[in-house]
T-cell receptor, first 113, second 113 residues
Framework: AQSVTQPDIHITVSEGASLELRCNYS??????LFWYVQSPGQGLQLLLK??????LVQGIKGFEAEFKRSQSSFNLRKPSVHWSDAAEYFC???????????FGTGTRLLVSP | KAGVTQTPRYLIKTRGQQVTLSCSPI?????VSWYQQTPGQGLQFLFE???????NKGNFPGRFSGRQFSNSRSEMNVSTLELGDSALYLC????????????FGPGTRLTVL
């Protein structure tokens, strides 16, 4: 069965500092991997996705993620965090042609001044 | 293009009642998926519709049902509401050039009293 683990429930980062959010997945075949962000009371916004090819993918808002098959990881990074990045971040795994996403439990990012 | 829209945004019902939520996908998208988000269970897949047919189903009781119309708009229905059905219900659509990427609406916040 597919599963996604986000080990950090909360992370606090100073504004301007770098950020890395961890995501580990379990999936038997080639996974389709996603990062979404959710602001309070809002839906999910797609940050980036990985299907195949270059293992370092660029997304919106200056985010990037690296797929590491050997570690079953898809960590999200940003070199310099802005106060507006404070939100909840979800990692998800899916499969080609299969519209069911399995989500991690999310990481809440707090940005301190 | 307009994004995924969901109506209503907020809903308050009492136990035992039934409720219908509506979702309009991005123009050209034929797949619509529904998710339930709660603090305790996180984001869970309910079902997916494609061309008016349920293609995938999550592990929810039969009180949760859905349908899709010929214009790809979708509705989900919950009968005999329970307190535990209080949640944010998210709709996502996929299709066109991005068949394996789901784009989410703002959600409907359902409160069951």
């Amino acid at each position: 069965a597919q599963s996604v683990t986000q080990p950090d429930i909360h992370i606090t980062v100073s504004e301007g500092a770098s950020l890395e959010l961890r995501c580990n997945y379990s999936y038997g075949a080639t996974p389709y991997l996603f990062w979404y962000v959710q602001s309070p009371g809002q839906g999910l916004q797609l940050l980036l996705k990985y299907f195949s090819g270059d293992t370092l993918v660029q997304g919106i808002k200056g985010f990037e993620a690296e797929f590491k098959r050997s570690q079953s990881s898809f960590n999200l990074r940003k070199p310099s965090v802005h106060w507006s990045d404070a939100a909840e971040y979800f990692c998800a795994v899916g499969a080609q042609g299969f519209q069911k996403l399995v989500f991690g439990t999310g990481t809440r990012l707090l940005v301190s001044p | 293009k307009a994004g995924v829209t969901q109506t209503p945004r907020y809903l308050i019902k009492t136990r035992g009642q039934q409720v219908t939520l509506s979702c309009s996908p991005i123009s050209g998208h034929r797949s619509v998926s529904w998710y339930q988000q709660t603090p305790g269970q996180g984001l869970q897949f309910l079902f997916e519709y494609f061309s008016e047919t349920q293609r995938n189903k999550g592990n929810f009781p039969g009180r949760f049902s859905g349908r899709q119309f010929s214009n790809s708009r979708s509705e989900m229905n919950v009968s005999t509401l329970e307190l535990g059905d209080s949640a944010l219900y998210l709709c996502a659509s996929s299709g066109g050039q991005t068949t394996d990427t789901q784009y989410f609406g703002p959600g409907t916040r359902l409160t069951v009293l």
